[in-house]
């Protein structure tokens, strides 16, 4: 007797299992004035290169994504001009 009942309950677990429900996943994606010009990781200006710096938060404080000079100047890149460049001081 225990013997069916436990075949009759895995037949009804096993024909039930596909009328669960599946969850529903959502993605959310939240951009707010991270990038103001983002024009890709790095470029030359007048002789630097320039890389980007993602945003990051310091002693409390959000600071936004931007360009930083890197490494020394290059002559060869001296004519160089980005006619997007911005060079911005967070003082």
């Known amino acids: 007797m225990k013997k069916k ?3 009759l309950l895995a037949l009804v ?4 299992a596909p009328l669960v429900q599946q969850a529903q996943a959502a993605e ?3 951009s707010v004035g991270d990038r ?16 980007w710096v993602p945003g990051h938060h ?5 600071i936004r994504g931007h360009y930083e000079r890197r490494g020394v ?11 997007n460049h911005h060079y911005w001081r967070w003082y």
């Open 5 to 7: 009942i436990l075949i």
């Open 13 to 16: 677990l096993a024909l039930g």
């Open 28 to 30: 959310i994606s939240i």
């Open 36 to 51: 103001p010009y983002y024009y890709g990781p790095g470029y030359w200006h007048e002789g630097y290169y320039w890389v």
């Open 58 to 62: 310091r002693h409390g404080h959000w």
């Open 73 to 83: 100047y290059n002559r060869h890149h001296a004519t160089v001009h980005f006619r």
